[in-house]
Structures are given as structure tokens and as C-alpha cells.
């Protein structure tokens, strides 16, 4: 499965740090930082190769919009609309986009284990989300999303593996940090895979590989012709 990407020259880091200063709090661009120091500019690009130049993509769990005002930048003939739970995220997410100049992206509240399929989208992604979703939610989730998702469109799950463990854990303890009454359910890549491929997508995978301590796994799941 390939997909086409965006020029190479394209993807610097110049979008990245428009994101993080669109932003007023020091606490939010502190977490912005973060955010883009452990899903890397080669992170970035590896996973916008993937993403159609035009068309609507949905960003589940946009979270504060970082990676949806990164993209775009990156894709300025693409349509962005990011929903998440947090009232106050969308709001600054909103604000942010306003301080950017960006049209071709928006943001709503809404909850992903309550989401259902109320448009056609060219792609959709989610990025450390599924291990923050009760179990019981992720099945009818995906089932969705694949049913939003138009002829060939793509969903990019980027998740964390169970293995190997010392990684896992470092990543328990920081989403911990993060989120001390959460949900942090990790699923194993081969469980994760196989769900997808049951509620209807081709999947590949692989995984993304890191200096710093964290198993990175990227599901590539395209819906059929």
C-alpha cells in the first residue's frame, strides 16, 4: 500500500513552531513542545505521506488542534475538522487556527465513543487515542469510521505497542502523568491489527522507530475500492 506524499521540502519545521506560538498559555506551548519533541518532524512526515492532498480528513481526539494546524499548512487544499471531548481544548484550538490565518480547518466537541459516521471523509486519523477508549467502545468505533471513510479512503492509527515491556511501561508512566483517572488500555499490535481487519479495513503496518523509549506502531488502514 503506498500513498502519495506531500513534497519533501515541504515538511519543515517552520508549520511546527507557527503551532506552538499560536498558542498564549506557557503551559500549552510547554505541552505543545512535548508533544512534537516525541512525535518528531520524521514522525510527522512519515504519517502526512499517507494523508490525500484533498478531501476532508477527521482528526479524532484533536486534543488542543496541534496536528491538525500542522497539516493544514502542509495541505492547504485538504479540509481539517478535529472533534474532541474537551470543551476548553476545541476553544484554544479554535483560537489557534484564527492566529494562524487557517480557513480549511475546524474544530467541534464530541465524544469518540459516542461518534458516528455523519459525512464522507477523504481520511481520517488517531494519534495515541485508542488506548485512552474503554474497550467495550473501540469495536463500534472503527466500525465507524470505516463506514465514514469513502471508496479507498485511509485511517492512520498511530498506537503503542505491549511489547517490549520496559517501553510500555515508561509509556504508562508518562500517560499517567498526563492523565491520572484515565483510561490506558494498551493494546498488543497483532490484537489491534486484527480488530481492524475484522471491522473491514486492509491493514499494514509498521513500526516507527525511536532513540527515545517508546514502542511507536503506525497502522496504515485503507477501506476497499
Same mark, same amino acid.
Given at each position: 500500500?503506498?500513498?502519495?506524499?506531500?513534497?519533501?521540502e515541504?515538511?519543515?519545521?517552520?508549520?511546527?513552531l507557527r503551532v506552538i506560538?499560536a498558542?498564549?498559555d506557557?503551559?500549552i506551548r510547554?505541552?505543545? =513542545?512535548?508533544?512534537?519533541?516525541?512525535?518528531r518532524?520524521?514522525?510527522l512526515?512519515?504519517?502526512?505521506?499517507?494523508?490525500?492532498?484533498?478531501?476532508?480528513?477527521?482528526?479524532?481526539g484533536?486534543? /488542543?488542534?496541534? /496536528?491538525?494546524?500542522? %497539516?493544514a499548512?502542509i495541505?492547504p487544499?485538504?479540509r /481539517?475538522?478535529?472533534?474532541?471531548?474537551?470543551?476548553?481544548?476545541?476553544?484554544?484550538?479554535?483560537?489557534?487556527a484564527v492566529?494562524?490565518?487557517?480557513?480549511?480547518?475546524?474544530y467541534e466537541v #464530541? +465524544?469518540?465513543?459516542? =461518534?458516528?459516521a455523519?459525512d464522507? %471523509?477523504?481520511?481520517? $486519523?488517531m494519534?495515541? !487515542?485508542?488506548?485512552? !477508549?474503554?474497550e467495550?467502545f473501540?469495536?463500534?468505533?472503527?466500525?465507524?469510521l470505516?463506514?465514514?471513510?469513502?471508496?479507498?479512503?485511509?485511517?492512520i492509527?498511530?498506537e503503542?505497542?505491549t511489547?517490549?515491556?520496559y517501553k510500555?511501561w /515508561?509509556? %504508562?508512566?508518562?500517560?499517567r502523568?498526563?492523565?491520572?483517572? #484515565?483510561?490506558?488500555?494498551? =493494546?498488543?499490535? +497483532?490484537?489491534?491489527?486484527?480488530?481492524l481487519?475484522e471491522?473491514g479495513f486492509?491493514?499494514?503496518r509498521?513500526?516507527?522507530? +525511536?532513540?527515545?523509549? $517508546?514502542?511507536?506502531?503506525l497502522?496504515?488502514?485503507?477501506r476497499?475500492?
Amino acid at each position: 500500500m503506498t500513498g502519495k506524499a506531500p513534497a519533501t521540502e515541504s515538511m519543515r519545521s517552520e508549520p511546527i513552531l507557527r503551532v506552538i506560538h499560536a498558542y498564549e498559555d506557557w503551559i500549552i506551548r510547554t505541552y505543545c =513542545w512535548v508533544r512534537f519533541w516525541i512525535l518528531r518532524q520524521r514522525f510527522l512526515d512519515e504519517i502526512g505521506q499517507y494523508l490525500p492532498e484533498r478531501g476532508t480528513i477527521l482528526d479524532l481526539g484533536s486534543g /488542543f488542534g496541534l /496536528f491538525s494546524l500542522y %497539516y493544514a499548512q502542509i495541505l492547504p487544499d485538504a479540509r /481539517f475538522r478535529g472533534v474532541d471531548l474537551s470543551r476548553r481544548r476545541v476553544e484554544m484550538a479554535k483560537r489557534a487556527a484564527v492566529r494562524l490565518g487557517l480557513a480549511n480547518v475546524t474544530y467541534e466537541v #464530541g +465524544d469518540a465513543t459516542a =461518534w458516528r459516521a455523519d459525512d464522507e %471523509y477523504a481520511a481520517a $486519523y488517531m494519534l495515541d !487515542i485508542v488506548h485512552h !477508549i474503554d474497550e467495550e467502545f473501540v469495536r463500534p468505533l472503527l466500525e465507524q469510521l470505516q463506514k465514514a471513510l469513502r471508496p479507498g479512503g485511509r485511517l492512520i492509527v498511530k498506537e503503542v505497542d505491549t511489547r517490549p515491556r520496559y517501553k510500555r511501561w /515508561f509509556t %504508562y508512566l508518562l500517560d499517567r502523568l498526563m492523565s491520572s483517572r #484515565g483510561v490506558i488500555r494498551y =493494546w498488543s499490535a +497483532d490484537e489491534l491489527q486484527r480488530l481492524l481487519e475484522e471491522v473491514g479495513f486492509q491493514v499494514h503496518r509498521h513500526l516507527m522507530v +525511536d532513540y527515545l523509549p $517508546y514502542p511507536h506502531v503506525l497502522y496504515i488502514c485503507q477501506r476497499e475500492e
